[in-house]
């Protein structure tokens, strides 16, 4: 799984969105200053969530960009969903088949095991969050940071976690 800048920059325009109010418009231009991104990346993201149905647009004066739905009623699965497709490629074993048109390993996979659990837990973690809870700084309770480390909890244990973070430049994926 990998956050690309696609998911990250549309969530935080999303974000943009859903902390501006619910009958509040914003064009294009008003988005990308207050995310520090350019006019066109802008509406390329906005494009991709309009197609994915979370938000709408109006044309003409006045007119801009808003939710298409309450912020409490998007998950940040169908966000990550809609900007970049599956977190973890459902075709993950047919492409690494190596040689032959199946992989040897397709009867008994702990590889596929893994990654489906994987999958799933990342998967409820995200549809468990909504816009809201993001836009308010609510997790839920399951995620607190403090520095450099995470604590997951979803129930006990808690899990620490570092977080790694990579620069991401806009101007490379344009």
Do not use: W
């Not at 992989?103 to 799933?120: I, Y």
């Amino acid at each position: 799984m990998r956050i690309t800048a696609v998911e990250e920059y549309g969530l935080r325009c999303l974000l943009t969105l859903a902390r501006s109010g619910p009958s509040k418009q914003m064009s294009i231009s008003e988005i990308a200053g207050l995310e520090g991104l350019s006019v066109p990346y802008v509406s390329k993201l906005l494009a991709l969530l309009r197609k994915a149905g979370l938000v709408t647009a109006v044309r003409g004066c006045g007119g801009g960009f808003s939710l298409a739905r309450d912020p409490k009623e998007i998950s940040l699965y169908e966000v990550l969903k809609g900007l970049g497709g599956p977190l973890i490629d459902p075709g993950h074993c047919e492409r690494y088949a190596g040689q032959l048109d199946q992989c040897v390993h397709h009867e008994n996979c702990s590889v596929h095991d893994v990654l489906g659990g994987l999958a799933g837990y990342v998967r409820e973690f995200l549809a468990d969050t909504s816009l809201e809870d993001l836009a308010l700084g609510h997790t839920r309770g399951f995620v607190r940071r403090v520095g450099s480390e995470v604590t997951i909890s979803r129930g006990t244990p808690s899990k620490n976690v570092k977080i790694i973070t990579d620069k991401i430049d806009e101007k490379s994926i344009q």
